[in-house]
C-alpha cells in the first residue's frame, strides 16, 4: 500500500498564474493596476496636451491677484481689492456656515419628525408622513427655487416700510423688518466694547488675516468657567446624594452661576441690540440674513431632514419592544422611556447613515448658485474661474475642498459614533 | 449649467482630445452644423421666437457664419449660455463661436485664449431704475442693492464705479437676464445694471416700460462681438470678414432685396465685384468659394438691415444708432476695404 507523501515537485509554469487559485488573484489585481495606472497617465498626459495645444498653463498664481469683485455676504473684511484667494476664503466661510446651519435644523427636523411619524396619533403621524414623502421625493434644487421665490414675491420691498402710510410694518416691536431681500433683526452691540484683535499670519496664507472680537472671546471664556463651576456642582450634590440619599436642591444654584456672570459682563460691556433702521434704499444696522441664505438654509434643511427621519425612525424601530414594555413596567412615562431608553440606543444605529446625510447636505450647498448665494463653488469655482480664466484650477481646487470637508465631517462623526457604540468588553 | 461647466472641465481635462487640435472649419463641415452659443433670451439680441427659430441681433452673425461656410443659414445649433460658462463652452470646443454681446478686453484676448473678431454692437454700462425711486444720477445710489450678472465686465465695472466714487452698495449676483428681470421687478434689487442695449432691451419687455428710467451716465466702454478660439486663424479669419462683409455690404449699399441682382453679373464699383465674387478670388483666400459673402448677407440681410430688423428705433427696443452707424455716417462701424 503506497501513501500519498509528497505532491509531485514540478517548476512553475506560465499558465499558473491563470489557472492556480494561488496566484490567480495577483494576477488579476496586477493587471487592474497596470490598467488604471496607464488609465491616469493617459489622463494626465492628455490633459497637458490640451492646455499646451489651448496655450494654457497651469498655475495657482491667480488666487494672489486682485479679485475686483464685491460679494454681498461676507464674514470676513472683504473687498474688491482683495485677491481672489480672499474672495474663495469668503465663499468658504459662506459655504461652511450654510453647512453648519443645515445640519443643525436637519437634525432637530429628522428627528421630531421621524419620531412624530411613529406617532400613535393618525393625524400627527399622516402629517409627519406628508412632510417626509413630499420633501424626499422632490428634486432639491426645485425646493431651493420655489422657497426663494415665494420668500422673494411674497415678502415687501424696504420701499413699502417708507412713507405715512407705509404698505408694510416691522414686525416684533419694530424690532425685525422681513423684507423681498433677506430679514433685517437687531445685532448685539457693545458701548464700551475691547475692540478687536487682528490675526495676521504671513507668507502664503498672507490672505489668511482676520479679526477677533475680543467682547466674544471674553463671553465664551466666562460660559466656559461657568459651565465647569456648574459640573462641579453637580457632582458634589451627586457626592452627597450617594452618601445620604437625597439629592440637595441645584437647579436655581446652577442658574445664578450660569446668568450671574454673562449678564455683569454684558452689563459692563455696556451690551444692547442695535434696531435695523430705515435709511436710503435699504434697512442699515441690524444683521442683514439674505433671503438667499435664508432660502437655502431652509430648503438644505427640511430636504435632508426628511431623509434623517427616515433614518431615526429605523434606528428606533430597530430597538426591540421589549426595551419600551420594560420601561413601562418600570412606571417611566413615555416621553420619558423616548428619551431615557430607545433614543440613547437608537443613536447606535442611527448615527451611521446620519453621516452621510450630513456630507449629502455639505455637497448639496453647492447649489446656492441657482439663487446667488455666495459660496465657495460661486466665488472660486463661479466668477474667479469665470475672470480668470483658469477652469481646471478654479474647479480643481473646489473639489479638493469639498472632498477635505468631507473627510474632516466624516472623521468627526466617526469619532463621535465610536464614543456612542455599544461598548463589548 | 452646472452640467456644462462640469462637461467643459472635463473637456478641458483632456476627455475631447479632438477640439484643440484639428480645425475648426473642417469640423463645421464635416458635422454638417455651426455650433453657436448665444444668450439664453434678451429680446432682440438672441431669442427663440414662438415657434422656437432662434431670432436676433446676435443670432444674425452666426446664421451669416453658417450661411457662408455652409451655404444654410439654418444650419445653425444654438446654445444658450450663462455668462459663467460662456468662455469655458468655447475654450473646450463645445461651441465654434460665441455671439453673444461679450466684451472685448485686454485679458480676455489674450489670457483667456480667445479671439475677438470685431464688433457688432458698442455699447456702454448702465443703471435702470424705477421712476418712483426718484433717482436721476447713478453717483445717488448710495446704498442701493444692484442686480448684477455674475461673471461679466459689468460685475468688475460696478465694483470700480462704486470704490471709485466712494459709495456703497449691495450687489445680488444672478445668472441670467430673465433671473435679473424677476428680480428687479419684484423690488429686491433698487438698480438692474448691465449693458445700454441689454438695459434696453430688457425694458422694452415690461408691462410698463415708461415707469423705469435708465440713468443717464454710462460707465464704461463695452465693445461687443462674436468670439472664437485663439489659435484656429482660419476660422477666426472666416468669422471676422463674414462680419466684415455684412458691415461693407452695408456701406457699399448691398441689401439682402438686391444681393442677387448684384452678384448676377459684374458691376460698375470694382468693391461690390471683389466682395460679391465677381471679380478676384477672395473667397479661395479663406478657404470658401466665390459666393460666401453672397450668401451671408442674403441670410439676414447687411449691418444696417439686422439693426433695423432686430434692436432698431422701430422695434420696441428702439436703440438709435448712435456710435453704431457707419464712419460715413460719423459712427464707428467701419470695415477694412475688400481687396
Redesign the interface.
Known sequence: MTTLTDTPKQGFRLSQLIYDTRYRSITIQVIATVLIVAALWW?A???V???T????DFTLEFLGNRS?????QRLIAY???ATHGRAALVGILNTLLVAGLGCVLATILGVIFGVLRLSKNWIVSRLAAVYVEGFRNVPLLLWIIAIFAVM??STP?P??FRGENPVASMALADNVAIT??GAYIPEPLFANGLGDVEIKPGGVFADLYFNVSIDLIVILLTLVVSLLVVKLVNTRAADIQNATGVRPTTWWVNLLIIVAPIAALLWGLGFYLGKPEL????F?GGTHLR?SLLALWLALSLYTGAFIAEIVRGGINAVSKGQTEAAFALGLRPNRTMRLVILPQALRVIIPPLISQFLNLTKNSSLA??I?Y?DVR?TL???T?????R??EG?LLVGLFYLLLSLAISTGMNWFNDRVKLKER | ??KS??L??LA????T?A???ASTLDDVKARGKLNCGVLSGLTGFSQPDANGVWEGFDVAVCRAVAAAVLGDSTAVEFVPLT???R??AL?SGEIDILARNTTWTF??DT???LDFIGVNYYDGQGFMVPK??GVTSAKD?????VCIQ??TTT??N???F??ANNIS???????TNAEAQQ?YL?????VYTTDASGLAATRATFEAPGDHVILPEIISKEPLGPVV???DNEWGDIAMWTLNALIAAEELGVTSANVEELSAAATTNPEINRLLGTEGDLGAMIGLDAQWAVRAIAAGGNYGELFEKNIGVNTPIGLARGLNAQWTEGGLIYAPPFR
Open positions: 489622463l498626459r492628455n490633459t496636451a490640451n492646455l495645444a489651448l496655450g494654457k475686483g469683485y464685491d460679494i454681498n473687498d474688491s481689492n422673494t414675491e420691498s420701499r413699502d423681498n431681500r435709511s436710503g434704499f435699504n442699515s433671503n448658485i441657482a446667488g455666495m460661486s469655482g463661479g466668477i474661474v469665470n475672470q480668470t480664466g477652469e481646471l474647479i | 449649467m452646472k461647466i462640469m467643459g472641465a478641458v481635462a483632456g476627455l482630445a477640439s484643440a487640435s455668462t459663467q460658462v468662455f469655458t475654450a485679458s480676455r489670457d483667456l485664449k418712483s425711486l445710489l448710495d446704498g442701493a442693492t455674475t461673471g460685475e468688475l460696478l465694483a470700480d462704486f470704490r452698495y449691495e450687489p445680488i449676483p444672478i445668472e428680480q419684484a423690488g429686491a434689487c433698487d478660439r485663439h489659435g
